[in-house]
């Protein structure tokens, strides 16, 4: 159930037709700043405004003519919702987003506006895998787990796989982990290309259950964490990500909430991005020297840029 | 002392070492809200945050070796004063910027920054351009005026030549018009390569200038305008410019304050691009119908991305 090069090789022809092969940037004010040549792999400018497409449909694309009939489901209240949303009604098939009934109307209506039926549930009374596996036993409907799944660490891999044909030779590669699927993706399909490549991983520190995870050598559990970084609030690794995780990358660091703040204003005023909290966590690591010394050219991703206007404001 | 489409081939080569060629991006829900399939050559992401880098570094490059030892001089509060401060820089020429001394402490910093000598005056009791004239007789300091002058005019029309490059069959190009360099230079570009293609120019309704100017058959000049579009609020056309603009531009079109708002708003949350209020106008125009029914395949300039962040939190 673990993945190789060639699986991500393959979700990237599968995923060609819906994601975008997004731009990478850079920035003198941002290398000048760090002393590292960053190439930033904007997945904030993704279809759906994240790179969560790409392992959504390539997990949906991966489905047989049999199983696509009977729709899919997936329980996320984030870019994860709107990413299968988005691959399933490219395919035409029905797709059931479980979402907790306090999430934002605009996400709610953004994910109806995809054509996908919302089925809401109380976050403090009932769980929302539960009813997903309920769904999925009554309909038939496939589950798109969010990020423990081999066809979503594939599709997410291909992040990695394009920044690395898009910039060359580079030393490293940044990247945030929430559950771990675009991280232990992109390590797979960077260290297998160029076992050179040096990996890192970030997390905010109020979310360090990898961190965590890492130093006890097996899966820890934290409380929910409440950082900004709203895509980076998984409890846990999953089964299938840390260990890759454990294998391919040689350290995760911590960013504190003001460090993640400090870099979506640098995006924002110096680069003219809007990146979501989660997105500026990796560039956050490299602005506030948290990660060796020595680096010359790394790849950072950007992962989204998915962040309410009221949140922009208070930056 | 027109120009012609030589001149902008001539400064796209001129200009390459400085001016990023800036990538050009679209958008389905623009495309499905307008009914046009539009494409955003992105000048907010061009250096100094504006496409005026073009313009004044062609302007620049094109000085002799002895006039450049002389230094230049030119008189802004905006993006043309840093992008003639980073265009002396990468030549090590003296710059003197003549700024007006309530202008926003970020941006006589910025200029101060890019290595340029800044010389404040008072708005409400002196002219800029007789102090930028004082200062190049003492000194010889070659003057780069903002639009009026066939070398910037050339060097702002390399936006239009990039896009018509990077997007192919355009029926149409949509550009902002302030003092008429980047119109008249797109235009320039954009006619004489495909003298099919329509050309349309877009004003803020306070900042009418030229909308005026092309009704009158002449010249005419407007009070200060008040509108947000700070990189708009030219008094009245240039003498170079509105002859180019009469020849060329098929109708210019006006778009109100909250029409321009909508459209910063719209590249932000659904595009996750900072987009200036000029930046943003010639799109307004498009998202608002202010232009012809049947256009289908529009390449709309983005001007600009400098925008404070107080500014961005009022959206």
Avoid at 258 to 270: G, K, Q, S
């Amino acid at each position: 159930m673990s993945i190789h090069l060639d699986d991500i090789q393959a979700a990237s022809k599968r995923i060609a037709p819906i994601a975008h092969r997004t731009p990478v940037m850079t920035s003198r004010s941002f290398d000048r700043l760090t002393g590292v040549a960053a190439f930033f792999k904007c997945e904030n400018l993704q279809r759906g405004g994240a790179f969560k497409i790409r392992g959504a449909s390539n997990a949906i694309f991966s489905l047989t003519v049999e199983e696509r009939a009977r729709g899919v489901v997936t329980y996320s209240s984030g870019n994860h919702a709107q990413a299968v949303a988005i691959a399933a009604a490219h395919c035409g098939i029905a797709a059931t987003i479980v979402m907790p009934d306090d999430a934002p109307r605009s996400k709610l209506d953004a994910t109806r506006g995809y054509g996908a039926k919302v089925v809401l549930f109380d976050r403090l009374r009932e769980d929302r895998v539960v009813i997903g596996q309920k769904i999925a036993a009554e309909t038939g409907a496939a589950i798109i787990p969010p990020f423990d799944d081999p066809r979503i660490m594939a599709g997410q891999g291909t992040v990695a796989l394009e920044l690395m044909e898009q910039a060359q030779d580079l030393d490293s590669i940044v990247v945030c982990i929430g559950g771990g699927g675009l991280m232990s993706g992109c390590a797979v399909a960077a260290k297998q290309l160029r076992p050179d490549i040096r990996i890192f991983g970030v997390e905010p520190a109020d979310g360090n259950d990898t961190f965590l995870s890492l130093q006890a050598g097996r899966r820890v559990s934290i409380d929910p964490p409440q950082t900004i970084a709203d895509g980076l609030r998984a409890q846990a690794p999953g089964t299938l990500t840390l260990p890759l995780i454990q294998q391919y990358v040689e350290q995760v660091v911590l960013v504190s909430e003001d460090e993640i703040r400090a870099a979506m204003r640098f995006f924002l005023t110096r680069m003219k991005l809007v990146v979501e909290p989660s997105g500026a966590v990796a560039a956050a690591a490299l602005m506030h020297g948290k990660l060796p010394a020595g680096l010359k050219r790394a790849g950072v991703v950007i992962s989204g840029g998915n962040v309410d206007m009221e949140m922009l404001a208070t930056l």
